[in-house]
């Protein structure tokens, strides 16, 4: 859910919520739709027989990388069993820095980083953790769950449909805490590594190292793809403002391909492998 700054009218007027992240407006939309790569609906690997070897098979590590974003790549169209989801090349480079500077407000490797460690260190999950904590000083966890939809209109400038959102992200704070969407800033930021080596701001070797840092952090926040996807949703949901069931589908329908990208053990032991 994209910050909105309440204005509260019967408690102590000092307290406001944090105004929104000045500037980062582009940071607040997801890279999709891609159209520099068709592939086809039969996920299976290549046709090789059992047994086979696959020369260019990933690592697990490197599995693990692309598992943390596959519901996105698959979105995309892309290839979950090559880093990144796609073969780099000059016609990819040029579109993923359109997409980049479209969505993201990234036009460099300085704007790159700048983006990374925004999401790193704020992303999403800053202001879903302040909302949450100003809406728990202003009583909202003492109300009946039925009353907090009338209590928001009556003391916040804010609609029906932003009062259900809020109402929506509380519920999330209630049964997770402020943590609850950690899951969708690191698969992000594990994505963007992808996205900026597909452009060429970082190295393959780049990518993968700043890759193997971020998902090291991340893997030690869950305790399995569920746990983590889970957290993966409810960040979208609280980003896009609807539903995540689309994503929920490609999810589940993943795990029961041949090649289900989630089949590498969540507690793989993370390492270089390049």
């Not at 090559?82 to 073969?87: S, T």
């Not at 403002?241 to 689309?246: F, I, V």
Request: hydrophobic share 35%; aromatic share 12%; with cysteine.
């Amino acid at each position: 859910m994209k910050l909105k700054k309440l204005l509260i009218l019967c408690t102590a007027a000092a307290l406001v919520l944090p105004a929104g992240l000045a500037g980062c407006g582009d940071k607040d939309s997801e890279q999709t739709g891609s159209d520099h790569s068709e592939k086809d609906g039969n996920k299976d690997v290549d046709g090789k027989e059992d047994g086979d070897k696959d020369e260019n098979a990933l690592s697990d590590t490197i599995r693990w990388f692309n598992a943390s974003y596959a519901i996105l790549t698959e979105l995309n169209g892309w290839d979950y069993n090559i880093f990144a989801g796609l073969e780099p090349n000059f016609s990819v480079q040029s579109g993923q820095k359109k997409s980049l500077e479209e969505w993201w407000g990234v036009t460099d490797r300085q704007t790159a980083d700048e983006t990374l460690d925004w999401i790193l260190e704020e992303g999403h999950r800053l202001d879903f953790a302040a909302n949450a904590s100003y809406l728990e000083e202003c009583g909202m966890g003492e109300l009946a769950e039925s009353d907090r939809l009338a209590f928001l209109l009556d003391n916040f400038d804010v609609t029906d449909e932003e009062a259900e959102g809020y109402i929506s992200s509380y519920k999330m704070y209630e049964q997770f805490g402020a943590e609850a969407i950690d899951g969708w800033d690191y698969c992000r930021a594990l994505n963007l590594m992808s996205f900026f080596y597909l452009a060429g701001y970082y190295t393959e070797e780049e990518a993968l190292d700043k890759s193997l840092e971020i998902a090291v952090t991340l893997q030690e926040k869950f305790d399995s793809w569920d746990a983590l996807v889970d957290s993966y949703l409810r960040g979208y949901e609280y980003w896009a403002e609807e539903s995540s069931d689309e994503r929920r589908e490609v999810y589940e329908d993943l795990k029961k391909r041949k090649d289900n990208p989630y089949s590498v053990d969540y507690d793989t032991a993370l390492e270089k492998t390049w």
